[in-house]
């Protein structure tokens, strides 16, 4: 609820477009960020973009994929 409380207030201070950012296990919890948002808040926010990728992490022969996303919201 944390961070759809900071998506909230953001938008509440006049902000018109938030980017939400997540890779690996957080993905999920990005995307429930957006639905709560959307469903219980601020029903005429409206989802701009989403962009999947992946990034390399780690070093020498810990080198993995990572999957990523960024989900742009807007009112």
Do not use: P, W
């Amino acid at each position: 609820m944390s961070y759809a409380l900071a998506t909230i207030i953001q938008f509440n201070r006049g902000t018109k477009e938030v980017t939400l950012k997540a890779r690996g296990m957080s993905i999920a919890k990005a995307v429930d960020v957006v639905e709560i948002v959307k469903r219980r808040f601020m029903d005429r926010m409206v989802v701009q973009d989403v962009r999947i990728g992946t990034e390399m992490v780690g070093e020498g022969g810990n080198r993995r994929s990572v999957s990523t996303i960024e989900i742009k919201l807007s009112i």
